[in-house]
């Protein structure tokens, strides 16, 4: 029998248990990734993923309302309501691939395609435009925020064909969206996915619309640039960029999948959750699509490849023969931050057009410098010129740096430079509403306008800035000045050029494969436009506009998405590793005045890290003399590289004929085999041979090709066989590319090139070396390398 003070003991303990918080883990959306589907029954693989479920909770009922999505129709796996101990037992069962968070992501036009071109008019030697000729049996797929069905980009035109019979796809019904009204022949398809989204952030922006119409601009934007119909006679309001607005592949079909929706956080803007991208993905697939264009992405670091939705849906659209467009990322200049590198899609850089928004400052009626802006349209604004140090603290235009004993009177024009303090614009033009000037002089190293300000705001490089700024030194009193109006300019600038935003390479996942793969126009690019929206997707902006100025990423791949239609429709049985190869291999290193493209941010000529194969040409691409493709082979020998064990590949890989047997080597290998169009070496210690095999896909079966290399620096370079020769009977062959390293040098990268040419075609691959001679433990004293460069390049790979 207990005594009374051991009674006392364990009351107290059972009182005290009362108020103990057992802690238990955050629930949080994961997605369940399971591979290929193990049925055709859509039903056989929901009851499946609902069985697997419900070993992590208590019945049947409890799995059914956690599951959010059931990917059943083009691969297998679930995104579900889990806490982290629910996910790791999940992800230890026999038959699950990866289990993983769903991580939000973020979003990465009239004068791009005659800059690319791709004119609507007749070129010598063709009968009908490219862009007019291919494409209506085409269905593009865009995964982003929506679309504005009522914008000229997404009507029917005269005479358009009816929808491929192929097409599975459907118009949902929503919010302010009628399928019967909002779809049409050009519109086929239009679904919205918000279980994800809703299960991060609990409810999307009241000014958000339950639909597949488009509310932040930016899915509206990418799908006019990639496929809308053509527009003549459009312009951002004032007249800039005036001329005809059309996508890529004109005639194509477009089939909307919105995941994307406004962020509660902020007024405008966007996010994505990888729950909700997943399904879209599914849905894409089994609905018909033939391209994919993904103008998103997630911030570095880069996460493995099955550890992210991105990388899966793109595999399986690989394996069904879709080709998927991603960007390569705003993350630049600084090298190594690329994302979107999974060897089985395209990764676009981004690149300026031939075009500029040309703005004039006078200062007393005789001096001039000119820069950029959207902001003076129609009358010029005028004012008298002040330097920034008239109002704030060290000339750093900062409300934070204001010298609040100095007054300001109205209708100043304010000059700042972004490199005293440093600043971001956003900060000067708080500055200057602050003191209540009529404009913006904004000095940067390089001028980055990326569309319509929301104040007006002229921006000028450092040469011109210090000039004005010098100029203006000379008064006494601050000089009279008059700003615009902007005009808009063909032609009078070099372009390409590297947009400063764009993420660089090397690869952090796998720097064996190069990323990006090419670059496309991304700067400045006018698209359609919700009318509801204003452009610099401001509060305060109550501007209604039809067309829009964005930059990024995010509007290079939608470029590369047009163009992939137009090759699809011209060349049906090509792979969507055949149409990269097209691709990369016609690309450009030059800009339009035939020297070395220029990258911005770092003030120097590209290379491949930048730009990737080069500048995408279109024409070319759709005859690109030799293609290098991928087989099941190929992604087997990946997959065993990057860890996967046999029986994961066989979970992830279709049925295909003969055995069905996969087999890893004893020893993971380079990459570098991969048969990509491009080849790199990211440690080459000694000699090393690499293995390509082309296809011959011109016109004539009998050609022969003769190689010419450019050698990276410090590496000898033999290429075996010298001669290529093609028939009816040979139109494969496998050529050997040796490396041999010339010099003692650690981790500093160098560039070259194989063009394989028959006369008429040039099948160009950039070389990409890192030559690692010396060992680690070598002293410094006895180093041979440039330690800056060292350490820069080290820490991107």
């Not at 640039?225 to 001329?243: D, E, H, N, Q």
């Not at 703005?359 to 950029?372: C, D, L």
Request: include cysteine.
């Amino acid at each position: 029998m207990a005594t009374k003070s051991q009674c006392f003991y364990w009351g107290l303990l059972l009182l005290l248990s009362l108020f103990v918080v057992h802690s238990t883990p955050t629930p949080h959306a994961y997605i369940v990734y399971l591979g290929r589907k193990r049925h055709d029954d859509p039903k056989l693989t929901s009851n499946h993923h609902l069985q697997v479920l419900t070993n992590v909770f208590a019945s049947k009922e409890d799995a059914k309302q956690s599951m959010l999505y059931s990917y059943k129709h083009s691969f297998s796996g679930f995104s579900a309501i889990l806490n982290s101990t629910q996910a790791a037992i999940l992800a230890k069962r026999k038959g699950v691939i990866s289990v993983f968070k769903s991580k939000m992501l973020n979003p990465q036009t009239t004068r791009s395609w005659d800059f690319l071109g791709l004119s609507l008019t007749r070129s010598q030697g063709q009968s009908t435009p490219a862009q007019l000729a291919y494409g209506d049996d085409i269905v593009v797929g865009v995964i982003d925020s929506g679309v504005w069905p009522e914008s000229q980009s997404f009507q029917e035109e005269t005479g358009i064909k009816p929808i491929p019979s192929t097409w599975r796809g459907i118009c949902e019904k929503g919010e302010r969206f009628n399928p019967k009204m909002d779809c049409n022949r050009k519109l086929i398809g239009a679904r919205y996915y918000l279980k994800g989204f809703e299960t991060d952030y609990g409810s999307i922006s009241s000014s958000e619309i339950k639909s597949p119409r488009d509310f932040s601009g930016h899915g509206t934007h990418t799908a006019s640039t990639a496929v809308g119909s053509i527009a003549r006679g459009v312009s951002f309001p004032g007249g800039l960029a005036k001329g005809t607005a059309r996508g890529g592949a004109p005639k194509a079909r477009l089939a909307v999948y919105k995941a994307c929706w406004g962020d509660p956080e902020r007024s405008y803007g966007f996010r994505c959750s990888e729950a909700d991208l997943v399904k879209a993905f599914d849905d894409a697939l089994s609905d018909g699509v033939h391209v994919l264009s993904v103008s998103l992405g997630s911030r570095p670091p880069t996460r493995k490849f099955f550890d992210s939705g991105t990388a899966i849906g793109s595999f399986h659209a690989m394996q069904v023969g879709v080709s998927v467009v991603f960007p390569a990322g705003n993350d630049g200049p600084e090298s190594g931050l690329v994302t979107n590198v999974q060897p089985w899609s395209i990764c676009v850089a981004a690149s300026s057009i031939d075009r500029t928004f040309s703005t004039k400052v006078v200062v007393q009626g005789n001096f001039t410098v000119v820069g950029e802006s959207f902001s003076f349209i129609g009358a010029p604004i005028t004012g008298r010129l002040a330097n920034a140090v008239s109002y704030f603290n060290k000339g750093i235009c900062s409300e934070e740096f204001r010298n609040v004993s100095k007054k300001a009177t109205a209708g100043k024009i304010l000059l700042c430079f972004s490199t005293i303090g440093p600043i971001y614009l956003e900060e000067a033009i708080d500055a200057a509403k602050n003191i209540s000037a009529a404009a913006l002089i904004f000095v940067e190293p390089s001028p980055k306008p990326e569309g319509p300000d929301v104040f007006p705001t002229v921006r000028l490089d450092l040469i011109q800035g210090i000039k004005l700024r010098d100029y203006q030194l000379q008064f006494e009193d601050k000089p009279f000045t008059k700003i615009g109006p902007t005009k808009t300019l063909i032609g009078k600038t070099l372009a390409p050029r590297v947009a400063y935003f764009s993420s660089r390479g090397p690869s952090s996942v796998d720097p064996d494969i190069l990323k990006p793969d090419l670059t496309a126009p991304g700067l400045n690019i006018l698209a359609a436009w919700p009318t509801e929206t204003p452009p610099t997707l401001t509060k305060k902006d109550k501007r209604t506009v039809q067309w829009n100025f964005l930059s990024g990423t995010s509007m290079s791949c939608p470029h590369v998405s047009g163009i992939v239609a137009l090759l699809k429709s011209s060349h049906p049985t090509w792979s969507p590793a055949a149409i990269r190869s097209a691709l990369m291999t016609t690309a450009s290193t030059k800009d339009n005045s035939n020297d070395n493209i220029f990258s911005e941010g770092t003030f120097e000529n590209s290379d491949a890290f930048d730009i990737g194969a080069g500048h995408v040409e279109p024409l070319k691409a759709m005859d690109p003399g030799l293609v290098y493709d991928m087989t099941t082979k190929d992604n087997i020998l990946f997959l065993c590289n990057i860890g996967y064990s046999p029986e994961q590949i066989q979970a992830l890989l279709l049925p295909c004929p003969g055995p069905d047997i996969i087999s890893c080597p004893k020893q993971r290998k380079s990459n570098s085999n991969l048969n990509y169009p491009s080849i790199t070496i990211s440690n080459l210690n000694c000699t090393v041979t690499i293995q390509r095999t082309v296809r011959n896909v011109g016109l004539s079966k009998f050609a022969v090709y003769l190689p010419s290399i450019v050698k990276p620096d410090g590496v000898e370079v033999v290429v075996w066989p010298r001669v290529l020769f093609f028939s009816w009977f040979r139109e494969e062959i496998t050529y050997y590319v040796t490396f041999i390293p010339q010099k003692k040098s650690r981790g500093r990268y160098d560039f070259g090139e194989i063009v394989w040419s028959d006369g008429f075609h040039k099948v160009r691959s950039p070389l990409v070396v890192c030559v690692n001679t010396i060992s680690i433990s070598t002293s410094s004293a006895d180093q041979d390398y440039n330690h800056h460069d060292d350490q820069m390049l080290i820490g991107g790979v």
